[in-house]
């Protein structure tokens, strides 16, 4: 089981970083959440970082989704960097990243 | 307090000093009202940015916060109500006026007024790339006005990032009267829910 994503998609709304960091600490805030949302407002771009413990970081753009890459993560520079957060554990097999997504951007593959 | 910072930053801005007010836990889901409130508190004229009770929830078009004056209010969309809830106020009161041109730098409960000649003759959308450029951070959300704000035409707008145009009271004008050419705010904070 893991996550696939449809990165054409996605509207940059934010709730699957909320929502996993809602799982994991019991607080709101996009601050811990293993998924990244990376927006370029200006060019209307946008993307998800996923950190996975088999492949990396899932890197999800509109041209395409690599994986295996270690780049840096775009939660600003104030944010806990993506190498220091803990992998998704797709909530014990029940994603809530999944279930919250508006737009179905973000779906389930066995 | 669940969903809320339970805090109020008042800020004057003539003698660039900030004080903290508590918000009170009981009836502090009506922002406006608040808003009235607080302006009546800390008047004649202040400026107010606020959130509602559930900015930063999931619930839809909670991202919503708003600028609330003595002429109107706007309501500010896009990530700027969320990240003001984060940067730790639940209300900010902006008293007086500024000498000098600049912009307003809110986060992590500080806010700070930073002096910048340079901006006055940029638009909106050179001001938030500057201000971003500047700070260092991508994600800093930016509530500017362009030139005709600074010279406080009553048509002016004020513009949330790049695309957030819902100003229909002449905003800008407020910010010109005040001398602030744009306010950024970045949020880091947490906010705490009853039952996650």
Redesign the interface.
């Known amino acids: 089981m893991r996550l696939m994503f449809k990165p054409l998609k996605c509207i940059c709304c934010g709730l699957c970083e909320t929502v996993c960091s809602l799982n994991r600490d019991s607080v709101l805030t996009p601050m811990t959440s293993s998924i990244i949302v990376h927006m370029e407002d200006k060019s209307n771009y946008f993307g998800l970082v996923l950190k996975t413990k088999s492949e990396g970081l899932v890197i999800c753009k509109p041209e395409g989704v690599t994986t295996g890459q270690q780049a840096a993560g775009s939660g600003g520079p104030g944010a806990k960097p993506i190498l220091l957060r803990e992998t998704c554990d797709l909530c014990g097999g029940n994603p809530k990243c999944v279930r919250i997504c508006p737009t179905r951007c973000i779906v389930v593959e066995d | 307090m669940y969903?809320r910072n339970g805090k109020v930053g008042i800020y004057d801005l003539s003698s660039e000093e900030l004080e903290e007010q508590a918000l009170p836990e009981e009836d502090n889901l009506e922002s406006l009202k608040i808003a009235e409130r607080l302006a009546s508190e800390h008047g004649p004229d202040p400026l107010l940015l606020g959130t509602g009770a559930l900015t930063?929830?999931?619930v839809p078009a909670s991202c919503a916060g708003f600028v609330w004056t003595l002429n109107g209010f706007v309501p500010i969309l896009g990530?700027a109500g969320?990240e003001l809830k984060?940067s730790g106020f639940d209300f900010v009161v902006l008293k007086g006026r500024v000498q000098k041109p600049g912009y307003l730098w809110i986060r992590d409960s500080v806010i700070e007024f930073v002096e910048s000649e340079n901006l006055t003759s940029m638009d909106t959308?050179k001001r938030a790339d500057k201000i971003r450029a500047d700070q260092?951070?991508?994600?800093i959300q930016v509530l500017s006005v362009g030139p005709w704000g600074d010279a406080s035409e009553p048509a002016s707008q004020l513009v949330i990032?790049?695309?957030g145009g819902e100003d229909k009271v002449g905003m800008g004008a407020e910010f010109g009267r005040r001398n602030i050419a744009a306010i950024a705010i970045?949020g880091?904070?947490?906010?705490?829910?009853k039952e996650?």
């Open positions: 969903l930063g929830s999931f990530f969320v984060l959308w260092g951070d991508g994600k990032g790049y695309w970045r880091m904070g947490e906010l705490e829910v996650p």
